[in-house]
């Protein structure tokens, strides 16, 4: 398999993870581009200024209450 390929192959596994969001879908996918992309946030405010997160500290707490709806 070709770079070329894998790169194609993830792009569409983005695509179609975005697709199956139901909302927040910009918030969600950067969420997950700041996770995956930061070792050194030691909390939610600093996962926010994470430059792959382009999008406000609001918008990160709505990605985070999407997949934990309820108070644990």
């Keep these: 398999m070709t770079y070329s390929d894998l790169t194609r ?3 569409n596994f983005r695509q179609n ?3 199956s969001l139901e ?3 910009d918030s969600i996918m ?3 581009d700041a996770l995956s992309g930061n070792d ?3 909390s939610v405010a600093e996962l926010s200024l994470d430059p792959l997160f ?3 500290y609001s918008s990160l707490y709505k990605a985070i209450k999407f997949f934990c709806p309820s108070p644990l």
């Design 23 to 25: 909302r927040y879908c």
């Design 9 to 11: 192959q993830f792009q």
């Design 30 to 32: 950067d969420l997950l």
């Design 17 to 19: 993870l975005y697709d």
């Design 40 to 42: 050194r946030a030691n």
């Design 54 to 56: 382009r999008r406000g």
